[in-house]
């Protein structure tokens, strides 16, 4: 079997920054592409950014010049770094790995259980 788990999420003020983990786990052979998505209450689920294996990455604009997506390949986890947050950014953010796993035939995603991010004052 193959996990993902979040962890880094809370409540954090406007302006302020959160990084979140995500840590993929099981009978893993080869991990491709990695992302975050987030949703907020009574919207659609949203790309925010990926990374591939080879740490070419994309984001969506509302956060470009904000969030930093990387990767630690050797552990396989992805990480997003949030800087100046505000309000608009309140959802629950979902790790995504595209992984082949051993008991598998083909490559296919993988979702984490989802973490939540507040901002308030």
């Known amino acids: 079997q193959v996990q993902l788990v979040e962890s880094g999420g809370g409540l954090v003020q406007p302006g302020g920054s959160l990084r979140l983990s995500c840590a993929a786990s099981?009978?893993?052979?080869?991990?491709?592409?990695m992302g975050w998505y987030r949703q907020a209450p009574g919207k659609q689920r949203e790309l925010v950014a990926t990374?591939?294996?080879?740490?070419?990455?994309n984001y969506v604009d509302s956060v470009k010049g904000r969030f930093t997506i990387s990767r630690d390949n050797a552990k396989n986890t992805v990480f997003l770094q949030m800087n100046n947050l505000n309000p608009e950014d309140t959802a629950v953010y979902y790790c995504?790995?595209?992984?082949?796993?051993?008991?598998?035939?083909?490559?296919?995603?993988?979702w984490g259980q989802g973490t939540q991010v507040t901002v308030s004052s």
């Open positions: 990374i591939t294996s080879g740490g070419s990455t």
């Open positions: 099981g009978n893993i052979l080869s991990i491709y592409s």
């Open positions: 995504k790995a595209i992984i082949q796993s051993l008991s598998d035939p083909y490559p296919r995603g993988y």
